[in-house]
């Protein structure tokens, strides 16, 4: 027993008040033979019943069984049979012994709390465990459904990438000969229109196939190559796109341009054509009488397109959907894929500018695009005006199972000054030239059979040194590569850009 | 604005997923979505209608495949889709309910059990008359040498020359390579790639010598699948290999190695490459190696047409039969032989004076009789002479025993009361009857005697006293007159007494004797008279010599023996007309008063 | 029997396509489990050299491997022509291919050797570049072959005909 403190006599007087009020002790005092010989305190409050003959002590007896009388025992919350609990303590006297009952009842009540606080915090923690892995799971599923769509992403791309390559090549063929046609000109007024309705077609496929091209390599973001652009041709050669389109019509069709800045524009030429074309084929379309109009400014460091139309206009609830792609607009006319809006303005995204549309449905529709200039990067050199020089005495073989291409491709290289042979596979490829090596091999990849790039290896692994251009539909990096690890010198893709072809041959025709 | 396609909503996951993108691409990717595969999101909900429905009937299944399968019938498409499932159904059966399976077929095990032994053993009977057939053969007594040498019973040896074998292909490979070099095949079966099969079988003799023959140099000698088989005899510079069906001789094996060798002759200097194009050799292997040459030269009728006459059967009946005959012979004799014992034992229980305690009888050898036998008793020679025992020995042990049986009794009686001749004795029941006539001296000894014979026991005299001795005295004597002419001594010449001449002289004597006896009886006076007689060759006066010879030698032995004439000499007589060589004594009565 | 018979053991790495490669260009008697089985496949053809003559080749396709172990060194025995298969789009294919050469060489220092690179039609992925091949060609007759398309592989077994008759 440690020391008591010394307390003055109103703290203990309130000690005692406090404690019996808290408590509500009874006292029973015994001889000791269990005989009872006094009751102090409230004996009902413990639902013991100190007259009854044994009923309320025999319980306390029951407690106390075994232990030794003559020693002090304490007991904490008993449980009594008037369900009431208390501690009991055991003081041992000279002569008996007394029983101290004390109120235990809040205490028990607040030990109940504690432990329902408990279970209730157990319970919580299960809970929370619980609906930790219901949201893992729920994450892995996403996961799972990411990955589905990105899928499904990716396939759509090459899907797209490969209904566009399925264009090109025919395309290919088309503006070729259109461009022999030109040059060879055509003899009479109606050779010419026939010209026009090709090429105004022609130009339509590409562009569509370009369009859905553009969409699938969308994401990948591709890169933007800055040009200094030649606002007037670029309008001439819309103008020379669109007119005739207008005119079937029985459109009035105007271009306007509008160069301020001295500054060259510096833009990426090809998806600034996109635009144009995109709105004004749009335009053509949904004009059924009046006027188009197109016009280009470059002023104040940006470079304006404004394209108007007396057409059928957007209504308002449409204008926020009509960008959103694959989208016919519930109108008429469900001409197109739907997708040249979307394109305009992820173009227009890309190269950072801003786009507005007013329409009035049934009066008309115009579309402004501010852009800002590119950085100048180092631009790749077009070989645009590059003057046709002939090549002397070089013979070239072209291999290609398609005979459209392959005319194509000689005449175009009869023009530039080759002699040309034709073989139409792989093996009659390599035996023409191991028979009679050509200066120039000009072996397009996707053929029946053995692919030009394995006849390609095949003739380096048989020591053939001469030349070789290698002619492909597929316009990846990985497709270059893997041909010009094969054997090949130069890389071309479908559909040709005449231009590059030829700086391309005549490069091969260098003598080595 | 709508959407061509379907208007689904974006689910919660999606807007989720799409929640991670910029807000204008998730449109995109929804509207693609939607497009792309609004087709397929429909078709997948269409199947998983399909699905729960057909989860539905699956759950109805086992009510509706009993009657499926009933409307099915007998169709065979049904027995044959179940054929797979039931035989593995039955498998896992055996192995995990096999108490089950053993109980059910239990019933039908049996039967089948019984009948396939018996088609075993109809086929067993079949070999086995073949090779009872064959071992009266000079073929069948090589098999025997050939069992004895190779320490395996004959009978599997015949089972295994008979049965049935038959070449198919024949392949002469080289041994490096594995190309072949000949090939030859039994002319009803199909072309195969013998390059192919020859290369592979080169390669797999290779692959098994190498992996388990430890690479020294042992190779691949036979293979054999279910009834097909593969001999490859090794050669060092080719190999043969022969494809057969079913059990070919071990004499084959050895006639294969004798052709290879024998390839390995002709080959010579010959390089391997160059065999194939050599036409000599081609058609020499071509002889050599077809099939059905090395099935006939194996040393075998072709398995195939032996198997198909049916053997035949009279060896075994005539073994049989004569093994049964055998049988019944010595069964039969047997049988005899215990008829005949049966019939002595009874015949000796039956014999009065003998108790038969015991017959001890090896058949046709020997017999042994024990009993007891009183002496009184008849003889058992008799009976064990008509036993009929052949050669059998006879013994009879007899310990010696009175018996009560009547006969015997009768007997001894009529020794021990040495009855007259007026006397007829007679035993029933151990009561001894006594009837005629006898002389009172007789009868009173009779009378005295005659209880004290064993096995008397009461004794009935009805014998009266001789009333006349004199008469019958006479009577007797008469009778004695009469009898001694008969007995006649028989002399071989002259006086030379012949065989048999001593007991007759004997009887004469008693006779005379017992005539003097009587003669005092008989009132009556005797005269002996001996007579003698020849027969009739020669002179009178010869014969009378000789008569008077032998009265005299008879007249003389009779005195010499004490017999004398009563007080006189016995005269001599003759008897010329008694054809004999004999004497005899004549007796003459006178009677007296 | 008129056509000459020669024993030809196809040689090289796991997963060459020398089955493959094979497979059209012979009479198929055998399943291909014998190749994983017994280690070696054997069929046959006949054909006719370029220049005319009959001739019949008997083709162990032996296993991929990557060196020659007992096994394989027997079933070399008495084979009068080698083809070397390796796959263009590993490069190292080749080079066990050259090592299985070596090792071969000391058991048959007489066969007739040719080397087919498959794998043609995957020209695109190919590791191995013409001028190594190039090279290669100055000791060996080289062929690219694809089973695919069957290119090259009629080619390989005309020249090995051609070398093996007289």
């Known amino acids: 027993?440690?020391?008591?403190?010394?307390?003055?006599?109103?703290?203990?007087?309130?000690?005692?008040?406090?404690?019996?009020?808290?408590?509500?002790?009874?006292?029973?005092?015994?001889?000791?033979?269990?005989?009872?010989?006094?009751?102090?305190?409230?004996?009902?409050?413990?639902?013991?019943?100190?007259?009854?003959?044994?009923?309320?002590?025999?319980?306390?007896?029951?407690?106390f069984l075994g232990v030794p009388v003559d020693g002090d025992h304490d007991l904490s919350f008993v449980e009594l049979s008037g369900g009431r609990s208390a501690h009991i303590h055991l003081v041992a006297d000279t002569d008996g012994f007394h029983?101290?009952?004390?109120?235990?009842?809040?205490?028990?009540?607040?030990?109940?709390?504690?432990?329902?606080?408990?279970?209730?915090?157990?319970l919580a923690g299960h809970e929370k465990s619980k609906a930790i892995s219901r949201l893992r799971e729920i994450r892995s599923e996403l996961e799972r459904q990411r990955a589905t769509l990105e899928e499904a992403n990716a396939l759509k791309n090459a899907l797209i990438a490969t209904l566009s390559h399925e264009f090109r090549t025919p395309l290919t063929s088309i503006f070729g000969y259109l461009h022999l046609l030109d040059r060879r000109g055509g003899d009479g007024a109606h050779a010419v229109q026939a010209l026009n309705a090709i090429r105004r077609n022609a130009t339509y496929l590409f562009t569509l196939a370009e369009n859905l091209l553009e969409y699938g390599r969308g994401e990948s973001g591709a890169l933007l190559c800055a040009v200094a652009i030649d606002l007037r041709a670029l309008a001439h050669d819309i103008e020379e796109m669109i007119r005739p389109l207008a005119e079937?019509?029985?459109?009035?069709?105007?271009?306007?341009?509008?160069?301020?800045?001295?500054?060259?524009?510096?833009?990426?030429?090809?998806?600034?054509?996109?635009?144009?074309?995109?709105?004004?084929?749009?335009?053509?379309?949904?004009?059924?009488?009046?006027?188009?109009?197109?016009?280009?400014?470059?002023?104040?460091?940006?470079?304006?397109?404004?394209?108007?139309?007396?057409?059928?206009?957007?209504?308002?609830?449409f204008q926020a959907s009509v960008f959103k792609p694959f989208n016919r607009g519930g109108q008429s006319g469900s001409k197109g894929a739907g997708l040249g809006l979307s394109i305009v303005r992820r173009l227009i995204e890309q190269m950072h500018g801003t786009m507005?549309?007013?329409?009035?449905?049934?009066?008309?529709?115009?579309?402004?695009?501010?852009?800002?200039?590119l950085e100048p990067v180092a631009a790749v050199a077009d070989s645009r005006g590059g003057a046709a020089l002939w090549v002397h005495d070089r013979d070239v073989l072209v291999v290609d199972d398609d005979p459209d291409i392959a005319q194509l491709l000689e005449a175009l290289l009869l023009d530039l000054g080759f002699r040309v042979r034709i073989a139409a596979d792989a093996a009659g490829a390599i035996a023409e030239a191991r028979r009679l090596p050509p200066d120039v091999l000009l072996i397009d990849v996707e053929m029946p059979g053995l692919s030009g790039n394995a006849a390609v290896y095949q003739l380096r692994s048989q020591g053939y040194q001469g030349r070789i251009v290698t002619l492909s539909a597929t316009s990846t990096a990985e497709a270059r590569e893997a041909s010009l690890r094969a054997g090949a010198d130069h890389y071309l893709t479908k559909p040709l850009n005449v231009e590059q072809f030829v700086s391309v041959m005549q490069r091969a025709a260098q003598p080595q | 604005m709508t959407t061509s396609g379907n208007g689904a909503d974006a689910n919660a996951a999606d807007a989720a997923a799409d929640a991670a993108l910029p807000p204008p691409e998730q449109h995109e990717f929804d509207r693609l979505r939607n497009l792309l595969f609004g087709d397929e999101l429909r078709a997948a909900e269409a199947a998983r209608a399909r699905l729960t429905e057909i989860e539905r009937q699956q759950r109805a299944l086992p009510d509706r495949l009993p009657h499926a399968l009933e409307a099915a019938g007998a169709a065979p498409r049904v027995a044959h889709a179940l054929a797979g499932p039931v035989a593995h159904a039955l498998g896992a059966a055996v192995r995990e309910n096999r108490q089950v399976v053993v109980d059910t077929l239990f019933p039908v095990i049996g039967p089948l059990i019984r009948k396939s032994i018996a088609e075993a053993l109809r086929n067993l009977v079949a070999d086995l008359n073949g090779a009872i057939e064959s071992s009266f053969t000079l073929r069948g007594l090589k098999w025997r040498l050939e069992a004895w040498r190779g320490g395996v019973p004959y009978a599997q040896v015949v089972l295994k020359h008979r049965l049935a074998y038959r070449i198919d292909h024949v392949f002469l490979i080289a041994r490096d390579s594995g190309l072949v070099l000949r090939h030859e095949s039994a002319p009803d079966l199909p072309a195969l790639d013998a390059d192919a099969i020859a290369g592979m079988l080169t390669a797999i003799g290779d692959f098994v010598g190498d992996s388990v023959g430890q690479g020294g140099g042992s190779a691949l000698d036979s293979a054999q699948v279910g009834e097909y088989l593969v001999w490859v005899v090794q050669g060092p510079r080719a190999n043969l290999a022969c494809f057969m069906r079913g059990v070919p001789p071990g004499?084959?094996?050895?006639?294969?190695?004798?052709?290879?060798?024998?390839?390995?002759?002709?080959?010579?200097?010959?390089?391997?490459?160059?065999?194939?194009?050599?036409?000599?050799?081609?058609?020499?292997?071509?002889?050599?190696?077809?099939?059905?040459?090395?099935?006939?030269?194996?040393?075998?009728?072709?398995?195939?047409?032996?198997?198909?006459?049916?053997?035949?059967?009279?060896?075994?009946?005539?073994?049989?039969?004569?093994?049964?005959?055998?049988?019944?012979?010595?069964?039969?004799?047997?049988?005899?032989w215990d008829d005949r014992i049966d019939a002595l034992r009874a015949r000796l229980q039956a014999q009065p004076g003998f108790v038969l305690t015991g017959l001890d009888a090896e058949p046709w050898r020997k017999v042994t009789v024990r009993g007891l036998l009183d002496p009184d008793a008849d003889s058992l020679h008799g009976i064990l002479e008509r036993a009929e025992l052949g050669d059998a020995k006879v013994d009879v042990v007899g310990t010696g025993y009175l018996s009560t049986d009547d006969a015997v009794v009768a007997r001894r009686a009529r020794r021990l009361l040495a009855l007259p001749a007026g006397v007829d004795s007679s035993v029933h029941d151990g009561v001894l009857e006594l009837k005629g006539k006898a002389p009172d001296a007789w009868i009173a000894?009779?009378?005295?005697?005659?209880?004290?014979?064993?096995?008397?026991?009461?004794?009935?005299?009805?014998?009266?006293?001789?009333?006349?001795?004199?008469?019958?005295?006479?009577?007797?004597?008469?009778?004695?007159?009469h009898r001694l002419p008969t007995l006649q001594v028989p002399f071989a010449n002259d006086a030379l007494l012949a065989a048999g001449g001593g007991s007759v002289v004997d009887d004469i004597v008693d006779a005379a004797k017992r005539a003097q006896a009587l003669a005092a009886a008989a009132h009556a006076r005797i005269a002996f008279t001996s007579v003698g007689s020849n027969d009739e060759v020669g002179t009178d006066e010869a014969n009378q010599r000789v008569r008077a010879m032998r009265a005299r030698w008879l007249a003389d032995t009779l005195a010499a023996r004490g017999l004398d004439g009563g007080g006189q000499p016995i005269a001599l007589g003759e008897d010329a007309?008694?054809?004999?060589?004999?004497?005899?004594l004549r007796l003459d009565i006178e009677a007296a008063k | 029997m008129s056509a000459p018979a020669f024993k030809v053991c196809m040689l090289?790495?796991?997963?060459?396509?020398?089955?493959?490669?094979?497979?059209?260009?012979?009479?198929?008697?055998?399943?291909?489990?014998?190749?994983t089985t017994v280690g070696v496949k054997v069929d046959s053809k006949e054909m006719l050299s370029p220049q005319g003559a009959p001739i019949k080749f008997v083709v162990w396709d032996i296993a991929g491997r990557s060196a020659l172990d007992a096994l394989g060194a027997n079933y070399l025995r008495g084979a009068s022509a080698l083809l070397l298969v390796a796959d263009g789009t590993r490069e190292h294919s080749l080079s066990v291919a050259l090592n299985l050469l070596m090792q071969s060489r000391t058991a048959l220092p007489d066969a007739v050797v040719a080397l087919a690179v498959n794998k043609l039609d995957l020209v695109e992925r190919w590791e191995v570049a013409p001028t190594t091949l190039a090279e290669i060609r100055r000791s060996l007759p080289v062929f690219e072959t694809s089973a695919l398309s069957g290119d090259g592989v009629e080619a390989a077994f005309a020249e090995l005909a051609t070398r093996l008759l007289p």
């Open chain 2, 251 to 336: 004499g084959l094996r050895s006639l294969l190695e004798q052709r290879l060798e024998e390839i390995h002759a002709q080959l010579g200097d010959l390089r391997l490459e160059q065999a194939p194009n050599d036409a000599a050799l081609a058609t020499a292997w071509h002889e050599t190696l077809q099939p059905m040459a090395l099935v006939r030269a194996a040393g075998i009728d072709d398995g195939v047409a032996a198997a198909q006459r049916p053997p035949s059967r009279w060896p075994l009946l005539l073994l049989l039969l004569l093994a049964l005959a055998g049988l019944v012979a010595f069964f039969a004799q047997r049988e005899r």
């Open chain 1, 1 to 63: 027993m440690n020391a008591e403190p010394m307390l003055p006599q109103t703290v203990e007087m309130y000690l005692r008040a406090y404690f019996f009020e808290r408590t509500r002790p009874l006292l029973l005092s015994f001889g000791p033979d269990w005989t009872l010989r006094d009751v102090q305190g409230d004996a009902s409050l413990f639902g013991i019943d100190v007259d009854a003959p044994d009923g309320g002590l025999s319980e306390l007896k029951d407690l």
């Open chain 2, 445 to 481: 000894l009779a009378r005295e005697r005659a209880g004290w014979v064993a096995g008397v026991r009461r004794v009935e005299m009805a014998v009266l006293p001789d009333a006349d001795p004199v008469a019958t005295a006479q009577a007797e004597l008469a009778t004695l007159a």
């Open chain 3, 12 to 35: 090289g790495d796991f997963g060459v396509g020398k089955t493959s490669l094979v497979a059209r260009f012979v009479r198929s008697t055998f399943a291909p489990k014998y190749l």
């Open chain 1, 248 to 317: 079937d019509k029985g459109l009035q069709f105007s271009v306007s341009v509008d160069v301020v800045d001295a500054a060259p524009a510096l833009f990426d030429e090809v998806r600034v054509r996109q635009i144009a074309i995109n709105l004004l084929s749009n335009a053509v379309r949904y004009t059924a009488r009046g006027e188009i109009g197109a016009m280009l400014a470059w002023q104040g460091g940006r470079l304006r397109i404004e394209i108007r139309d007396t057409g059928i206009g957007i209504s308002p609830e």
């Open chain 2, 577 to 584: 007309a008694n054809n004999r060589r004999a004497a005899y």
């Open chain 1, 99 to 122: 029983l101290l009952l004390l109120d235990a009842e809040d205490a028990r009540g607040r030990q109940r709390t504690q432990q329902q606080l408990g279970n209730e915090a157990v």
């Open chain 1, 356 to 373: 507005t549309l007013e329409s009035q449905p049934g009066s008309g529709t115009r579309f402004v695009i501010d852009l800002p200039p």
